[in-house]
């Protein structure tokens, strides 16, 4: 099976190599720890430590690659009438989704649409508050669920170098239904869904007006600002080098170009990226918010936490949304 379509076949070398690894791994740990009790030096207690560094680099590319995959349970009115939908990937996996039609019609809409696309071990129903505040204002929205989770297609995830497919997939479905307009196509990502989209809209010029909170990187490319040595690049680079490229070995999917490198394609579609917090969330933002073509516009939530600005300023970040997608599609 193609490495480009994550079925059964990829899931069994992935795991082959996963437990071949882990194996060998584990075995020279205990082997580096029974010969520290034995006789400790500096060289051994050394050669253990960059092991267990490895080890670590390595099961971030797993939880990299594997999420969790939660069902989708309804405990509450979501706000909105939908559809079930079922489309597939531009690489041919069969995703799952709700399409949420405009609950009334927003002046000179044109059957507007959002496409919202979830993060890391979430599903369509992370994008609920967006739909029902769009879908609110005579927008429709898509809610889907990305490969590996929800009720779409695939066994593992590759941190969003082959999701994009997944986007463009609905994008695909979205222009195909002939009660929307084909022109008017926006987009919202949230975490990994943020990067997702980021990377998607530079590919896919149908995608006319871009939104992501907190956005995550996609590559070890992201991760460099400068060729200047410091301590921190010392310590930090080996470590997301081996996770990276670990990861591509995992899933049999080379890396992207990177999200950073990604950014200026977007232009000169609207671009709106959303920051919560004052830690790493917002440096990366601000990041992707300076590479970036105008039009842009930063909003930033300091008292959030990732991906909950809509819950600290829900009557804000509602209108700015809003005000976006509205000034982008209409």
């Known amino acids: 099976m193609s490495s480009k379509k994550p079925g059964s076949g990829n899931v069994i070398r992935y795991w082959i190599i996963w ?7 584990l075995l020279l740990f205990l082997k580096g720890i029974s010969a520290l009790i034995r006789s400790f030096n500096a060289w051994a207690g050394l050669g253990l430590g960059l092991l267990l560094y490895v080890l670590m680099a390595v099961l971030q590319a797993k939880r990299s690659t594997t999420p ?3 069902p989708l349970f309804r405990t509450m009115d ?36 959002v496409v919202v696309t979830h993060g890391f071990s979430r599903n369509r129903l992370s994008g609920a508050v967006a739909a029902r505040i769009l879908s609110q204002q ?7 669920d990305l490969r590996g989770h929800g009720r779409s297609q695939a066994g593992i995830s590759t941190w969003g170098w082959l999701e994009i497919n997944d986007l463009l997939g609905a994008v695909d479905y979205l222009r195909g ?17 943020g990067q997702v989209t980021l990377r998607a809209a530079a590919q896919e010029r149908w995608i006319k007006a871009v939104a992501a909170e907190g956005s995550t990187f996609a590559a070890l490319s992201d991760h460099i600002i400068s060729s200047a040595f410091s ?15 670990y990861q591509a070995l995992l899933t049999g999917v080379p890396q992207p170009l990177g999200v950073v490198k990604e950014m200026p394609k977007i232009a000169p579609r609207p671009l709106l990226l959303i920051a919560a917090g004052r830690g790493e ?40 949304l809003v005000e976006f997608f509205k000034g982008a599609l209409l």
């Open 231 to 245: 301590l921190r690049k010392l310590v930090f680079y080996p470590w997301l080098w081996i996770s990276y490229n």
């Open 19 to 25: 437990i071949v690894t882990i194996s060998v791994l």
């Open 68 to 70: 969790q995959r939660y």
């Open 177 to 193: 239904r002939t009660d929307l307009n084909p022109d008017r196509i926006g987009a919202l990502g949230y975490s990994l869904g």
């Open 78 to 113: 979501l706000g909105f009438d939908y559809e079930e939908v079922t489309f597939p990937s531009r690489d041919g996996l069969a995703l799952s989704g709700w399409f949420v039609p405009g609950s009334m019609p927003a002046a000179g809409s044109n059957s507007a649409t």
């Open 138 to 144: 005579g927008f429709a929205v898509l809610l889907y």
């Open 281 to 320: 969330e917002y440096l990366i933002t601000r990041r992707l918010f300076e590479v970036a073509g105008e039009p842009k516009e930063l909003y930033h939530v300091p008292e959030a936490v990732h991906t909950e600005c809509s819950r600290a300023r829900p009557e804000e970040y509602a209108r700015k």
